[in-house]
């Protein structure tokens, strides 16, 4: 990865704290994103702390949701290193919930973070750098199949956003761009 900057989303815990930390020691520039500064800072100066040069860890808040904060977050990206080869769209969330008792509000929320936001994050990547340039997109889903129990609005939005990768990979594969997911289990 050395030479390359790769954009990730969710970056302040989880599976993207953990991802930046492995793509920084392979040699990427990471840009960390999320909506909680204070947890970005501290994985930035995990990073930091790791031997990563400073210059190569930037961080920006933003909440997918909001496309303002989306198209702000491409441009302080691109502002920052000049580039974005890859990007993890890791971003989300849910709560457990029975499907009987999801109110609509609680579904569209969930469905505009794990969907709707993701989309808006590719779209932009994309249009503002990938289509002309090339570069890889992973987008981060969840183990959906067969149903999620309890999690109906994540498991629909997670089923949207597979498909949604699959139109992206095919069509966008033209621009050298590369769109997958990665489905991993409960975490």
Known sequence: FDGQVVLVTGAGSGLGRCTAHELASLGATVAL????QAKLETVRSEIVGSGVEADRVSVQGCDIRKEDEV????????????????????AGGQYRQPLKDISSKGFEAVVRLNLFGGFMVMR????????????????????????????????????????????????WAHSGVRVNCVAPGGI
């Open 33 to 36: 994103a999320g909506r909680e």
């Open 71 to 90: 198209i702000a977050l491409i441009d302080a990206v691109l502002a920052a290193h000049g580039r974005i080869d890859g990007l993890v769209n890791n």
């Open 124 to 171: 932009e990547a994309y249009n503002r750098w990938m289509a002309e340039h090339g570069g890889a997109i992973v987008n981060m889903i969840a183990d959906i199949w067969g149903g999620w129990f309890h999690y109906g609005h994540s498991g629909a939005a997670r089923g949207g956003m597979w498909t949604l990768t699959q139109t992206a990979a095919a069509e």
